[in-house]
């Protein structure tokens, strides 16, 4: 999906049946410091348009926001402003050396 004033990216393990450690997770993103988290895997950051969710899904194409897992995660999604916050390229970075993928940006090859 793409639009004019969001941008869409994702992290997700080499298929559904593998896993990362939600917990390991979390505490990655707790010692970022900036982000605010409601418990269930959806995590915004505290002064920029960014949020991300993680999730275990049995579908990288189908799947929602509620799927979170507190013990495996499989999918990371993630929305921001089309022009992305300067502090994201290097959380894309930090995020990806820490998980061992890049994110990935999602494009909507009709537009």
């Not at 869409?8 to 982000?35: P, R």
């Amino acid at each position: 999906m793409e639009s004019p004033f969001y941008g869409y990216y994702h992290f997700s393990t080499d298929s559904v049946n593998d896993a990362w450690n939600t917990g390991e997770i979390e505490a990655f993103l707790s010692g970022k410091n900036c982000f605010i988290t409601n418990g269930k895997g959806e995590y915004k950051h505290n002064a920029h348009f960014f949020s991300l969710n993680l999730m275990l899904v049995s579908d990288f194409d189908s799947w929602n926001s509620d799927l979170y897992d507190s013990g495996k995660t499989n999918y990371i999604d993630i929305v921001t402003s089309k022009k992305i916050p300067a502090f994201a390229e290097q959380f894309f970075r930090d995020f990806g050396a820490f998980l061992g993928r890049n994110v990935v940006e999602e494009k909507d090859e009709d537009l």
